[in-house]
């Protein structure tokens, strides 16, 4: 109960809020008794996301882009909190376009950055990427030990933890960076040539069509499910720990998870629907420019600096999304 008690009443500001990981953070907030502010430019955020809290009075809507200062000074206005998730993701979108993709990710990470500190924000709690750990073979990754990037998007999401540093360190403005590594649930994307690979897998064995595997399918993933993201970040806007604060933190389940074994597992469960699922086989592609071969969180700082305890496993994770999935997108 410590975070709904203080978190109610407080006014936070959720950038990309009408995304996949903002609206269900926005979600939670409202039903806490928060009041929020979304900023989204709808570039890949989706009103349906966000169509369920327009009639909330504690909820609302500033359409407009990071990349613009005053936008930003004006959402920012009158805040107590700022969760920043509005970003480019995507590997293969910053090698296809790396201009737009440091434009948002550094350019507009800074607005919001100096808006916040301007507007005298308590706390600004942002999503960094597990792509920060480039070309480090060490795993599970530990926070403090990163390697050299490996595309224009992880130097994009470095950049912002330099920056927050800095930021501390120049203004003594307070920052809670959160690895985020795979996140996957209820209201990520299925579509699109950027599409996350949990629901893109989906939406083609609902389509009885074969997955595309980049690879031989050994390349490996800490996916980690919605419901444990949305923990961290209030546990990150409320914890009291000062020693917590101007840190990152990996924010994951801690499960290495092959995609030949995700794609069992994804057969598995949807097959509970559709019994002709069992049978789809993948088929494989070349690799991605740019990908991280393997991908392991420790989540011992997130743990014992902040409290975090993720409450579902990987398919347990699966197992709810797959409902929301089933019920959503066939």
Not at 130 to 138: E, K, V
Not at 141 to 169: C, Q, W
Request: glycine share 8%; net charge neutral.
């Amino acid at each position: 109960m410590v975070m709904i008690e203080n978190l109610k009443n407080k006014k936070i500001l959720v950038t990309g809020g009408a995304g996949f990981i903002g609206s269900n953070l926005i979600e939670e907030l409202l039903s806490i008794g928060a009041a929020v502010v979304c900023l989204d430019n709808f570039s890949t955020g989706k009103r349906e996301n966000i169509n369920f809290f327009v009639s909330n009075p504690n909820f609302r809507l500033v359409e407009g882009d990071i990349r613009d200062f005053e936008t930003c000074r004006q959402a920012c206005e009158g805040q107590n909190y700022v969760l920043h998730q509005a970003a480019l993701g995507s590997v293969p979108r910053s090698v296809d376009d790396p201009i737009t993709s440091n434009e948002v990710n550094v350019g507009g990470f800074l607005n919001m950055l100096v808006a916040a500190r301007n507007a005298k924000i308590k706390r600004f709690v942002y999503a960094a990427s597990s792509s920060t750990y480039g070309d480090s073979a060490i795993l599970p990754k530990v926070e403090e030990d990163i390697g050299r990037p490996l595309s224009p998007y992880a130097i994009t999401k470095y950049v912002n933890e330099l920056y927050a540093d800095i930021f501390k360190k120049t203004y003594d403005f307070d920052t809670i960076g959160l690895r985020y590594f795979n996140v996957f649930g209820r209201r990520q994307d299925p579509d699109g040539p950027y599409a996350a690979v949990i629901p893109k897998f989906v939406r083609l064995l609902l389509k009885h069509e074969s997955p595309i595997i980049n690879g031989k399918g050994e390349y490996s993933r800490d996916f980690t499910y919605i419901d444990n993201v949305v923990q961290v970040n209030l546990l990150a806007l409320t914890t009291k720990n000062e020693k917590a604060l101007n840190q990152v933190y990996n924010v994951a389940c801690g499960e290495q998870t092959s995609l030949n074994e995700l794609c069992i597992y994804l057969k598995e469960f949807l097959s509970e629907y559709d019994g002709e699922i069992e049978e789809i086989q993948p088929r494989y592609g070349p690799y991605r420019r740019g990908d991280v071969s393997h991908s392991l969180a420790s989540i011992e700082k997130a743990k014992k600096m902040l409290g975090y305890q993720p409450k579902f496993s990987l398919r347990a994770g699966l197992e709810e999304a797959v409902k929301w999935y089933w019920k959503n997108l066939k």
